[in-house]
């Protein structure tokens, strides 16, 4: 009895995003339906640029890199936010929420070094064409994807290991639907400067380094493609980079929002809100982004459709 007291007191209680019962349910289903889709949405586009023939580019490969993100990072939220929506204590551990939120920041820090990865592979097809399957091959795709994980993952340390160490003086209750650092910290009772001094050059590093070179890069790019003669050429590639652009502003603009302001002991809704923006909006609005502005996706989901009701048919 004791152990159990003592586990109770050391869970921290989510507040989440209602605390109408009529509301939590309409909030479940909602949720549930995007969760689907965002699974749906995504295998879809790994399913296809992994069997499409047409799609066994470095391009493809890293939207596949994407995808599979995408899948991750609503699959450390989500799940956890509907059985709470279930259930009467939101309560969770010390421990799953250190888990929770080291996953969740992992995985975003990984997403936005991989965005930047996106832009430069863009930049270099667009701007040294000549140059292009030299500079981007298969062997260099997996060396870049596996070193973006590796350093999504190395990255978020620093974050987590010094939120961990700050005193909430018997704070348990979380103004949020999931342990994420910018909540943790406002736990805090302790002068807290150093720590956020800390968390702040990694958001720079992490955050305003890669969306600064990828804005510096598609300069580059508008520039090199409006000295393309033909305007079907430029039409191709500002489809296939407007695709990248828009979910780039979607995510670093949400994940800015978050992480680069300074940190209050009281976080409002708008804070939450923009949390769902980058954690569960975003992973779905991906695959419409890319399939409904890229011919070369739409004719390969067609195909993989046919390819699939000619099996149902035998």
């Given at each position: 009895m004791n152990l159990k007291n003592e586990t109770e007191a050391n869970d921290f209680?989510?507040?989440?995003?209602?605390?109408d019962a009529y509301t939590q349910i309409i909030l479940f289903v909602t949720f549930l339906i995007i969760y689907m889709l965002i699974l749906i949405g995504n295998c879809l586009i790994i399913t296809v640029t992994i069997t499409d023939n047409n799609l066994q580019t470095p391009m493809y490969f890293f939207l596949t890199n994407l995808a599979f993100l995408d899948i991750c990072s609503s699959t450390s939220t989500v799940p956890r936010m509907l059985k709470d929506f279930m259930s009467?204590?939101?309560?969770?551990?010390?421990?799953?929420?250190?888990?929770?939120?080291?996953?969740?920041?992992?995985?975003?820090?990984?997403?936005?070094?991989?965005?930047?990865?996106?832009?430069?592979?863009?930049?270099i097809a667009i701007?040294?064409?000549?140059?292009?399957?030299?500079?981007?091959?298969?062997?260099?795709?997996?060396?870049?994807?596996?070193?973006?994980?590796?350093?999504?993952?190395?990255?978020?340390?620093?974050?987590?290991?010094?939120?961990?160490k700050i005193d909430l003086c018997g704070h348990?209750?979380?103004?949020?639907?999931?342990?994420?650092?910018?909540?943790i910290i406002s736990l805090g009772c302790e002068n807290i400067m150093i720590i956020e001094f800390v968390i702040f050059i990694v958001g720079v590093i992490i955050l305003l380094i890669p969306v600064t070179f990828i804005v510096t890069t598609y300069i580059k790019i508008i520039i090199a493609i409006l000295k393309i003669a033909s305007s079907a050429g430029q039409q191709k590639a500002f489809s296939t980079c407007g695709s990248h652009m828009i979910v780039v502003a979607l995510f670093y603009g949400s994940a800015i929002a978050a992480y680069m302001k300074p940190h209050s002991k009281s976080l409002s809704d708008t804070d939450k809100m923009i949390a769902l923006f980058y954690f569960i909006i975003t992973p779905m609005l991906n695959p419409l982004i890319f399939t409904?502005?890229?011919?070369?996706?739409k004719t390969a989901l067609r195909k993989f459709r046919l390819k699939k009701m000619r099996c149902l048919q035998f």
């Amino acid at each position: 009895m004791n152990l159990k007291n003592e586990t109770e007191a050391n869970d921290f209680i989510l507040l989440g995003l209602s605390d109408d019962a009529y509301t939590q349910i309409i909030l479940f289903v909602t949720f549930l339906i995007i969760y689907m889709l965002i699974l749906i949405g995504n295998c879809l586009i790994i399913t296809v640029t992994i069997t499409d023939n047409n799609l066994q580019t470095p391009m493809y490969f890293f939207l596949t890199n994407l995808a599979f993100l995408d899948i991750c990072s609503s699959t450390s939220t989500v799940p956890r936010m509907l059985k709470d929506f279930m259930s009467i204590k939101k309560a969770i551990s010390f421990g799953e929420c250190a888990a929770q939120m080291y996953i969740s920041l992992s995985l975003g820090e990984t997403e936005c070094i991989l965005l930047a990865i996106m832009g430069y592979d863009r930049y270099i097809a667009i701007c040294y064409p000549l140059h292009y399957t030299a500079i981007i091959n298969r062997t260099s795709c997996i060396r870049i994807a596996a070193g973006t994980w590796i350093c999504g993952f190395l990255l978020s340390i620093a974050h987590v290991a010094l939120t961990l160490k700050i005193d909430l003086c018997g704070h348990k209750k979380i103004n949020h639907f999931m342990c994420e650092v910018p909540e943790i910290i406002s736990l805090g009772c302790e002068n807290i400067m150093i720590i956020e001094f800390v968390i702040f050059i990694v958001g720079v590093i992490i955050l305003l380094i890669p969306v600064t070179f990828i804005v510096t890069t598609y300069i580059k790019i508008i520039i090199a493609i409006l000295k393309i003669a033909s305007s079907a050429g430029q039409q191709k590639a500002f489809s296939t980079c407007g695709s990248h652009m828009i979910v780039v502003a979607l995510f670093y603009g949400s994940a800015i929002a978050a992480y680069m302001k300074p940190h209050s002991k009281s976080l409002s809704d708008t804070d939450k809100m923009i949390a769902l923006f980058y954690f569960i909006i975003t992973p779905m609005l991906n695959p419409l982004i890319f399939t409904l502005r890229n011919k070369e996706v739409k004719t390969a989901l067609r195909k993989f459709r046919l390819k699939k009701m000619r099996c149902l048919q035998f």
